[in-house]
């Protein structure tokens, strides 16, 4: 890698003075391409770039024009034509350099970004191209760079980007950090590392201290990353002696017989005496606690020669970053997913991008402040620093002018794991490795029992602890309290008063507090039940959180059944500052679960110029596809608002961006926030260059909200399910139709929670009645004394009579009250639960193996966990039976599955789900606006297909007998015209593409 600082592979006489023209009338390219390397290098203080310089290249006749080669970045080769030129010949240019190698170190060419430079530079005289006046045009480019499959893909994938100069010189950067090949260097390092576990652990009780010093439970994967943290500080100490003559690299440390236990750990302590504690402080303890002074020596040296070998590879700073949340223990109670860095990028993009700042002052830089109180490996504050300096840079300022704020001052993060903290203030460090600092705004809070300074025990639930403190003691990164290692106050406390920062920026643990419905918070909270806290210990923990929530005035979003995350809402709610920017990555549920209502209430009352962004995954249709953080299994949404300044009023619309994939690298995350934040009005397709990356539409917000368009991809569906809710049929191609519709709890009510049937108390005392037992034999049902429908199994339900599969048997601490949840109750609120009845409601609908989104089982029988039983509110006997069956046949027909997915909580790929107090919100046809003549002719189409088995909801495009009962309602019963019909065989087809429907079934069309 060559040294930092501008180089320019140029002579004065190729660019001033010059007059040689091309034989197409343009000015001499070579120079052209020299003026535009001098201000790419203006723009990039750091990086070597040099144009038209011969032997840059081994296999290829034709010599790059221009190449860009930056400290930890891949290097950047450039293809430079005017705009008049035909694209197809840049195209094929940039492409002829995939095969070859870099003369300086024969690695292969990884980064071509081929540019359109403007006709009308012939306008500018040679002493304005030499003086850079040039630079406020716009250019147009685009990128090739190599996949995971070795094979060069195009970004965008049609069409160019454009912009000034500074802006290409900002996207070269970023091409540079996603061209980095790190697949070989993290093989390598992998296996180094378990190696160097292997020499570290053969001291006796190693491993156990390891678990002890990470508050991890103690095995391989904990010492694995012990020894990640040991590689990082050794990686971290090289970058530190290149510019610290004091400080020997660890390599030169080994050739001096030094690199052994007690050298580098008085090394180390050498390097906190410059700081770096976060980084440096938990390495420390790691490395004393290793219980063997030879395998210590040999760790210490295979880690080096690893240092060695990797130092020198672009983004080697943030390799660690790359696979470190892998290595985090008790991820299933933390829910500590890593952030995708391209996610990262466009959640940071979309955040700074609001501030208003003057980016080219350093001054006012240091003056903001940015948090994530749940900060992991460092991804999103990592992402917002380079979204800052490349704006610094962009403005003309140098980068090194702003790194010691941004890590002294404005980064402020906070997490429960000192390796975590370590991680993170390794990566911004990394940044510039160059540039010291005396302190940073990063800290491990404390998490379970814990005592203070004074020795007083309590419990602590990490970030949290700040709802309603500006300032809280806090750990370090080494595990101890930071005041008795260091010695002062001021650095034993994390300080992050009420509406101080300008962004309040996360992807916060998702885990859910509880496993059940509100109002019933005796279970311990499973989001404390990691770093070995105990029965007791969650208790107490989930005490002290009610406390702090109940405590929270006016607005707030935690809900117990929402999850941590919903409190995580609150606190950075309580620290964003008016005006500021709310940026955060939610579980999809955010936007229509119930739970969820209290958050959507106060973004809806404090908050305005809301997006949602979430993924409708159509290159990857699983749920994982549908996630911007790893691992989840679910989807997920970006929120991304501002703090109102006045007084809370009411937003009632916000924007949604539906993205057809996730970003594939920082690049493309940026270019699509810029897009998402560039659209203006209701509804339109997301645009970067040519290519399609998804749509915008305008949707309500509030805690009531109806319907939400998260995750779909296809605008028609979208508009056929918003207008049903309105009461108008609007398919494509077609006028819209009046209809009369209703929400179902307009109609009805619903039966009980699970729980009250069969549940049990933590204390394993009885909830419900009930024991579930499964029937043998469905066809002998009426022999049980209290059938029940309680879980699914598709092959039973295929039609839209469906048997009981289960029986009650009567508890006999609970003799009596069984009778109770057959006949129906009121409850405490004053509504009405319904008993055994005989429609049932498919609470958990996996669109693409159930067929039935409702069913009528015989005779009433209780209603379960599957199938919650529904109680229509009709005026007599007879017509209650109607009103059953035409409830049922609507549910099943086109129109219900599209109304009931629509509402309903899609956060896995190919289900609906709704708990049972959210059953009521699916829009129906309301049966109060119709005639006692057509709900008996709906009741008899029940008749009609009652026993007709139908294919599960997804395969609707293709289900004949779906198709026969639609036009028996619609056109038969409703009198709609017939030339509705094809209309909504297309909506057949768009809604069963939709990869939350299908959910990548081979099933779908």
């Given at each position: 890698m060559s040294s930092a600082g501008p180089?320019?592979?140029?002579?004065?006489?190729?660019?001033?003075?010059?007059?040689?023209?091309?034989?197409?009338?343009?000015?001499?390219?070579?120079?052209?391409?020299?003026?535009?390397?001098?201000?790419?290098?203006?723009?990039?203080?750091?990086?070597?770039?040099?144009?038209?310089?011969?032997?840059?290249?081994?296999?290829?006749?034709?010599?790059?024009?221009?190449?860009?080669?930056?400290?930890?970045?891949?290097?950047?080769?450039?293809?430079?034509?005017?705009?008049?030129v035909f694209p197809r010949a840049l195209e094929q240019q940039c492409l002829a350099h995939f095969g070859t190698q870099w003369a300086t170190d024969q690695r292969a060419v990884r980064v071509v970004v081929g540019m359109r430079s403007p006709e009308r530079l012939d306008d500018f005289s040679d002493e304005d191209l030499a003086e850079g006046v040039f630079t406020e045009i716009t250019f147009q480019w685009a990128m090739w760079s190599v996949n995971g499959e070795g094979d060069p893909v195009r970004f965008p994938e049609s069409g160019w980007l454009k912009g000034r100069i500074a802006e290409l010189a900002a996207f070269i950067d970023r091409a540079g950090v996603d061209g980095a090949d790190i697949g070989p260097?993290?093989?390598?390092?992998?296996?180094?590392?378990?190696?160097?576990?292997?020499?570290?652990?053969?001291?006796?009780?190693?491993?156990?201290?390891f678990g002890e010093v990470l508050n991890q439970e103690p095995g391989e994967q904990t010492n694995r990353m012990a020894m990640a943290?040991?590689?990082?500080?050794?990686?971290?100490?090289?970058?530190?002696?290149?510019?610290?003559?004091?400080?020997?690299?660890?390599?030169?440390?080994?050739?001096?017989?030094?690199?052994?236990?007690?050298?580098?750990?008085?090394?180390?302590?050498?390097?906190?005496?410059?700081?770096?504690?976060?980084?440096?402080?938990?390495?420390?303890?790691?490395?004393?606690?290793?219980?063997?002074?030879?395998?210590?020596?040999?760790?210490?040296?295979?880690?080096?020669?690893?240092?060695?070998?990797?130092?020198?590879?672009?983004?080697?700073?943030?390799?660690?970053?790359?696979?470190?949340?892998?290595?985090?223990?008790?991820?299933?109670?933390?829910?500590?997913?890593?952030?995708?860095?391209?996610?990262?990028?466009?959640?940071?993009?979309?955040?700074?991008?609001?501030?208003?700042?003057?980016?080219?002052?350093?001054?006012?830089?240091?003056?903001?402040?940015?948090?994530?109180?749940?900060?992991?490996?460092g991804a999103l504050l990592t992402a917002v620093y380079r979204r800052i300096v490349e704006r610094h840079r962009v403005e003309g300022g140098d980068d090194a002018k702003v790194h010691r704020p941004l890590m002294e001052e404005v980064m402020i993060g906070c997490d429960i794991m000192a390796a975590a903290v370590h991680l993170t203030v390794a990566r911004l460090s990394g940044e510039r490795p160059d540039i010291d600092y005396t302190s940073t705004k990063t800290w491990v809070m404390p998490y379970g029992k814990?005592?203070?300074?004074?020795?007083?025990?309590?419990?602590?639930?990490?970030?949290?602890?700040?709802?309603?403190?500006?300032?809280?003691?806090?750990?370090?990164?080494?595990?101890?309290?930071?005041?008795?290692?260091?010695?002062?106050?001021?650095?034993?406390?994390?300080?992050?008063?009420?509406?101080?920062?300008?962004?309040?920026?996360?992807?916060?643990?998702?885990?859910?507090?509880?496993?059940?419905?509100?109002?019933?918070?005796?279970?311990?909270?499973?989001?404390?039940?990691?770093?070995?806290?105990?029965?007791?210990?969650?208790?107490a923990m989930s005490d002290a959180l009610a406390m702090s929530t109940g405590e929270i005035r006016g607005d707030k979003a935690s809900h117990g059944n929402a999850g941590i995350a919903s409190n995580f809402i609150d606190l950075a709610h309580i620290k964003l500052k008016p005006g500021g920017v709310l940026a955060l990555i939610l579980p999809?549920?955010?936007?229509?679960?119930?739970?969820?209502?209290?958050?959507?209430?106060?973004?809806?009352?404090?908050?305005?110029?809301?997006?949602?962004?979430?993924?409708?995954?159509?290159?990857?249709?699983?749920?994982?596809?549908?996630?911007?953080?790893?691992?989840?299994?679910?989807?997920?949404?970006?929120?991304?608002?501002?703090?109102?300044?006045?007084?809370?009023?009411?937003?009632?619309?916000?924007?949604?961006?539906?993205?057809?994939?996730?970003?594939?690298?920082?690049?493309?995350g940026v270019e699509m926030a810029r897009e998402i934040n560039a659209k203006t009005g209701d509804s339109g397709l997301l645009m970067v260059g040519c290519q399609d990356i998804g749509l915008h539409a305008v949707a309500p917000l509030g805690p009531e909200m109806k319907g939400q368009p998260v995750g779909v991809s296809n605008v028609d569906v979208m508009v056929v399910s918003t207008e049903l809710i309105a009461g108008r049929l609007h398919l494509p191609r077609h006028a819209p139709v009046v209809l009369p519709i209703s929400t179902l709890n307009k109609l009805g009510y619903r039966g009980p929670v699970h729980r009250d049937i069969s549940g049990r108390n933590t204390d394993e005392t009885s909830r419900g009645p009930f024991d579930i037992v499964k029937l043998k034999d469905r066809s002998r049902y009426a022999e049980a004394s209290w059938p029940v429908l309680w879980s699914h199994d598709h092959t039973f339900e295929t039609t839209m009579q469906v048997l009981p599969c289960s029986q009650g048997i009567e508890r006999s601490e609970m003799k009596g009250l069984g009778l109770i949840v057959w006949n129906g109750r009121i409850n405490e609120l004053g509504y009405s639960i319904a008993g055994a009845t005989r429609l049932h409601l498919n609470s958990d609908f996996r669109l693409n193996s159930q067929p039935m989104a409702a069913c009528l089982t015989p005779k009433p029988v209780i209603g379960g966990v599957a199938w919650p039983s529904f109680q229509p509110t009709a005026d007599d006997e007879v017509e209650n039976e109607n009103w059953e069956k035409a409830i049922c046949v609507w549910l099943n027909s086109t129109l219900g599955l599209v109304g009931r997915w629509w509402v309903s909580n899609r956060q896995q790929t190919g289900r609906a789900r709704l708990t049972v107090s959210t059953l009521g919100s699916i829009s129906v046809l309301n049966l109060r606006a119709i005639s006692v003549d057509q709900r008996q002719a709906l009741a008899e189409v029940f008749d009609q297909f009652e026993h007709r088995p139908m294919l599960p909801a997804n395969e609707a495009y293709r289900d004949n007998v779906r198709q026969e009962l639609d036009k028996r309602v619609l056109c038969d019963v409703l009198d709609l015209p017939t030339t509705i019909l094809d209309p909504l065989s297309t909506l057949r087809f768009q809604w069963c593409a939709e990869p939350s429907v299908h959910g990548g079934k081979k099933t779908r069309p």
């Open positions: 180089t320019f592979a140029t002579t004065a006489s190729l660019v001033a003075g010059s007059t040689i023209q091309s034989s197409f009338g343009h000015r001499d390219e070579k120079a052209l391409n020299a003026a535009i390397a001098a201000a790419i290098s203006r723009c990039h203080p750091r990086a070597v770039v040099e144009a038209e310089r011969a032997s840059r290249l081994v296999g290829s006749a034709k010599q790059p024009d221009i190449t860009v080669d930056a400290p930890g970045r891949e290097r950047v080769l450039i293809e430079n034509k005017y705009a008049g260097v993290a093989e390598l390092l992998q296996v180094r590392l378990t190696a160097a576990v292997g020499q570290a652990t053969e001291g006796v009780g190693t491993t156990e201290a943290i040991l590689f990082n500080a050794m990686l971290f100490q090289f970058h530190i002696a290149n510019h610290h003559p004091k400080i020997p690299t660890p390599s030169q440390m080994m050739a001096d017989s030094k690199l052994d236990q007690l050298h580098v750990l008085k090394m180390w302590q050498d390097i906190l005496e410059v700081n770096y504690w976060p980084i440096f402080g938990v390495s420390r303890r790691l490395l004393r606690v290793i219980n063997s002074f030879v395998g210590a020596k040999r760790a210490l040296e295979i880690l080096c020669l690893t240092v060695g070998e990797v130092v020198e590879e672009p983004n080697s700073s943030g390799l660690v970053g790359r696979f470190f949340g892998e290595l985090i223990g008790d991820r299933k109670f933390l829910a500590t997913f890593y952030t995708r860095p391209a996610s990262a990028a466009l959640l940071a993009e979309l955040a700074v991008d609001r501030l208003d700042v003057d980016w080219s002052n350093p001054e006012a830089i240091a003056g903001l402040r940015v948090g994530d109180m749940a900060c992991g490996t814990v005592a203070d300074t004074q020795g007083v025990v309590g419990y602590r639930i990490g970030a949290l602890d700040l709802l309603h403190s500006n300032k809280r003691y806090v750990l370090w990164g080494d595990g101890t309290m930071a005041a008795a290692a260091q010695g002062e106050d001021a650095l034993a406390i994390a300080d992050v008063p009420a509406e101080s920062l300008d962004i309040a920026i996360m992807n916060p643990p998702f885990t859910r507090p509880t496993n059940h419905e509100a109002g019933h918070a005796e279970v311990p909270n499973p989001a404390f039940a990691g770093l070995g806290n105990d029965l007791k210990d969650q208790k999809a549920s955010l936007v229509s679960g119930a739970a969820w209502g209290g958050a959507r209430g106060l973004l809806a009352l404090r908050y305005e110029n809301i997006i949602v962004v979430s993924i409708s995954g159509h290159g990857d249709e699983s749920s994982e596809g549908r996630a911007f953080s790893a691992d989840t299994g679910m989807a997920e949404v970006i929120v991304l608002a501002t703090k109102k300044a006045g007084s809370a009023t009411g937003v009632s619309k916000i924007v949604h961006a539906i993205l057809n994939n996730r970003p594939s690298s920082s690049v493309a």
